[in-house]
């Protein structure tokens, strides 16, 4: 993997030894099971992520108990090669209710061979979350979202 | 150093806590902290090199600020968050494909 230093965006990458088809498939159906499980936005336990394959659908969690939270909004399906979706999710990982305020990720599928899929991953426009910062200092007092994803890499660096 | 990196450090973590609460200069911290006056110096170095705080003199001392924007420490979480997806993402294609 390899990490990009352009200011407003994260970039990182991948190689599955598995088909194009394949690899896009688990990417948008099975996004529950890749996702850190820290970063549950719901009350209660997440029994299924989905992800709307259309423009336009959405991206959202559904809770253990029914309900849902939306955290993003399908800009392109392209299958097999290409998703692009909203991150509708503050710096404090909360929903962002306004839009103006969220930013893109983009996923590109490329075959390298008929078994070996490189994953490329963009998330970018970061400026566009603003005053990330106000929230970030509160979630850390409040030991919220941040200070979690701190400990757990502090267990795993270990 | 990236900003995660930079923030796998305790103590390094707690100094961010304490200049993003308000602006504080090296002798305030190491009062507040374990190490010493040298030791909160050089965590300042790599905190401001992750561009996660800066600096500013002001009259004959120098203060440390957390950084407004925000945007490193943003970007190292979900660095970590999209390279952890990534490999979880490897694992399940892989397992599933056998």
């Keep these: 993997m390899s990490i990009d230093t352009a200011a407003t965006s994260v970039r990182t990458e991948i190689v599955v030894e598995v088909p194009l088809e394949r690899a896009f498939t688990v990417f948008t159906e099975r996004f529950d099971h890749i996702k850190p499980r820290e970063h549950n936005m719901l009350a209660v336990e997440i029994a299924q992520s989905v992800f709307e394959p259309t423009v336009g659908g959405r991206v959202y969690d559904r809770g253990v108990d029914g309900s849902e939270c939306q955290w993003g909004r399908v800009l392109a399906y392209e299958p097999p090669t290409r998703i692009v979706f909203t991150w509708d999710i503050s710096p404090r990982w909360q929903i962002e209710t306004d839009l103006a305020r969220a930013s893109e990720v983009e996923v590109r599928f490329i075959a390298e061979a008929e078994r070996r899929t490189r994953v490329e991953l963009e998330h970018r426009h970061l400026d566009r979350h603003g005053e990330g910062w106000e929230g970030l200092a509160a979630g850390v007092r409040a030991d919220q979202g941040w200070p979690l994803y701190l400990q757990r890499f502090a267990e795993a660096a270990r | ?98």
């Design chain 2, 1 to 98: 150093m990236d900003g995660w990196s930079a923030l796998a450090d305790p103590t390094r973590r707690t100094i961010l806590e304490l200049v993003a609460v308000r602006p504080r200069n090296v002798r305030e911290l190491a009062e507040r902290l374990p190490v010493s006056r040298p030791a909160v110096s050089q965590h300042l170095k790599l905190l401001k090199d992750a561009g996660l705080v800066f600096d500013e003199a002001v009259g004959t001392r120098r203060i440390y600020r957390a950084n407004p924007a925000g945007l490193a420490a943003l970007r190292a979480q979900l660095d970590r968050f999209w390279s952890q997806t990534l490999v979880n993402f490897k694992q399940l294609a892989e397992q599933e494909d056998q």
